[in-house]
């Protein structure tokens, strides 16, 4: 590393050192790293988002909201697709490389002072250091609110360090289920330091799935337990419209055992949404609920103008992001069979008849089959490839997959980019291509040519 201020390079170097290490579950390091870096966490109001898929476009659109009702709206995403610094983003923009430098130099300090009294097996991870970095950047550009996404579950996740709001008292509160706050006219700019102590006012559930069972437990009551417990004493647990009845029925328990005020989203924005793809309008839909119960908590409405203009900004990378023309060429990183089945449902209005060619790389922990059933329907022919994460399957083994399902004729090309021209060329000028099954085939074909991989994780 560089003696004096860290250059963006040098930020990588230490975030991907500490790959190595893994997962190691538990808040103790996270909450001694907040400590050292003198709580950044409590300097700004926070929405929390959890759940198996929609995160990351439901982040960036409550952020898109809140933006436009005059707020100062800070992000943190995970993963990112190119740069580490697409993770964190303000006033609806990634963070400059510099900032991002000092942001993560900052946390490493913090960890270094943190490892000194811990054991071999109790380091920082790269995540935790992530966040702290996420943190301490929002804090230090003085955000009004930051929306946060968090990584896997929630209750040993490193962002469930934040505070509940002041006052709250969750023991025998009531607990309601409202619908969202309808539209009304703007109203003067309140920030929350105008109001009452910075704390996670509205934590979001998008939806739970069986993903990551290995660590949140085998079925989706587990799961959303475990999602759940982000849920803070007098805050706002907003749900999305198609969550299922086991974890809509934790949802309430969990709201219940906190005083906290249970709302779902409704099925439909109310607003036209720039995003492509059905799944995208339930998460708006979601996305307005949030931001409709977080200006509540200000004393606030939703000004349906404002919705209207995030609606029809927001556009999320690496989500039926159009990379090509001729023929109409998207990349979508949905990488479980929920996260393919919303896709899928979408695709009908999308190709319009014309031809499907499917390009798909999906690695070893995921439900391959399932995502492959709910996708080749819709396909003419499918090419096989291989993005560059070691937990990537052989294209070989998911072609063979694809055969014992009845899927489309398919060829297998180990090379992400190889195989997308391959693919294009299969669906000719007048087709549709679609590359999907994981992040991390997204980020090959994103990646400028001749960049080196960089985690995601």
């Not at 609806?92 to 811990?118: E, I, N, P």
């Not at 250091?129 to 003085?142: M, P, Q």
């Not at 330091?193 to 990551?212: D, I, W």
């Not at 290995?214 to 969550?243: C, H, Q």
Request: glycine residues 8%; charged residues 20%; proline residues 6%.
């Amino acid at each position: 590393m560089s003696g004096g201020s860290w250059t963006l390079e040098d930020a990588e170097r230490y975030l991907l050192g500490l790959e190595l290490f893994g997962m190691r579950f538990g808040l103790d390091r996270m909450r001694r790293l907040m400590t050292t870096l003198d709580q950044p966490e409590r300097r700004f109001d926070t929405v929390h988002v959890v759940g198996t898929n929609g995160k990351s476009s439901t982040v960036r659109m409550i952020a898109a909201i809140l933006e436009r009702h005059g707020m100062r709206a800070g992000a943190y995403l995970s993963p990112h697709l190119v740069s580490f610094t697409e993770r964190i983003r303000i006033d609806d923009r990634d963070t400059d490389q510099k900032a991002f430098a000092r942001a993560v130099q900052r946390a490493a300090h913090a960890a270094a002072l943190v490892d000194r009294s811990a054991s071999d097996e109790d380091t920082v991870t790269q995540f935790e250091a992530l966040t702290a970095a996420a943190f301490s950047e929002l804090a230090a550009r003085e955000v009004d609110v930051a929306v946060i996404e968090a990584g896997l579950g929630g209750r040993y996740d490193a962002t469930n360090v934040l505070p509940s709001p002041a006052g709250s008292s969750p023991r025998g509160a009531p607990s309601a289920t409202a619908a969202a706050a309808s539209p009304a006219g703007s109203s003067p700019r309140v920030t929350p330091s105008a109001t009452a102590a910075a704390a996670s006012r509205v934590q979001v559930l998008t939806n739970v799935g069986l993903e990551h069972t290995r660590w949140l437990g085998p079925t989706v009551r587990d799961i959303a337990r475990e999602k759940l417990a982000v849920v803070r004493d007098g805050a706002t647990l907003v749900v999305g419209n198609d969550l299922h009845p086991d974890a809509m029925e934790e949802a309430g328990l969990a709201a219940e055992r906190h005083g906290a005020r249970l709302i779902q989203a409704p099925a439909e924005p109310g607003v036209e949404v720039a995003a492509p793809g059905t799944f995208q309008r339930r998460n708006f839909a979601l996305a307005r609920a949030a931001a409709a119960a977080y200006l509540e908590t200000l004393g606030r409405e939703l000004d349906v103008a404002a919705v209207r203009a995030a609606a029809s900004a927001v556009l999320v990378p690496g989500r039926m992001q159009v990379i090509g023309h001729e023929p109409l060429t998207l990349v979508d990183g949905a990488h479980n069979p929920a996260g393919v089945a919303a896709i899928a449902e979408s695709l009908p209005q999308l190709t319009a008849g014309r031809q499907l060619v499917a390009l798909v790389s999906v690695l070893d922990d995921k439900d391959a089959t399932e995502m492959l059933r709910a996708l080749l329907p819709h396909c003419e022919r499918v090419v096989f490839t291989r993005n560059h994460s070691p937990r990537a399957l052989p294209p070989a083994t998911l072609a063979s997959l694809a055969q014992q399902i009845g899927g489309p004729p398919s060829e297998l090309v180990q090379d992400p980019r190889r195989a997308l021209a391959r693919a294009r060329e299969l669906a000719g000028a007048n087709g549709v291509v679609l590359a999907t099954g994981s992040i991390y085939l997204v980020a090959d074909l994103l990646r400028p040519a001749g960049q080196r991989n960089a985690s995601i994780l």
